[in-house]
């Protein structure tokens, strides 16, 4: 089992920045992803970006140059950090570890992000 908490979700201004920040504990093996999926209301959960345990990473192209994501292997932990922020972006963002063999996945609860004009 692994437990994700999520922290750093907030009310911003178009241009502004947040910085999302999940910790994972629990049995963490590799090789694994850590990453950032967002959801609104009627719509499928999207996936935003993911780094992998092997360093790589991939974006969904409507962040790509804006948002960026890293993990700290030794802290267990995946930051994402959300600069030129814009109202598309507004969304419920849960944070998501898949280990890469087993296929298990785990999501934590979830941090609104909204993005005022």
């Known amino acids: 089992q692994v437990q994700l908490v999520e922290s750093g979700g907030g009310l911003v201004q178009a241009g502004g920045s947040l910085r999302l920040s999940c910790e994972a504990s629990?049995?963490?093996?590799?090789?694994?992803?850590m990453s950032w999926f967002r959801q609104v209301p009627g719509k499928q959960r999207e996936l935003v970006a993911s780094v992998f345990s092997s360093g790589s990473t991939k974006y969904v192209d409507s962040v790509k140059g804006r948002f960026t994501i890293a993990r700290d292997n030794a802290l267990n932990t995946v930051n994402l950090q959300m600069n030129s922020l814009n109202p598309e972006d507004t969304g419920v963002y849960y944070c998501n570890f898949r280990q890469l063999l087993l296929g298990h996945e785990y999501w934590g609860q979830g941090t609104q992000v909204t993005v005022s004009t």
């Open positions: 629990g049995t963490i093996s590799s090789p694994n992803a």
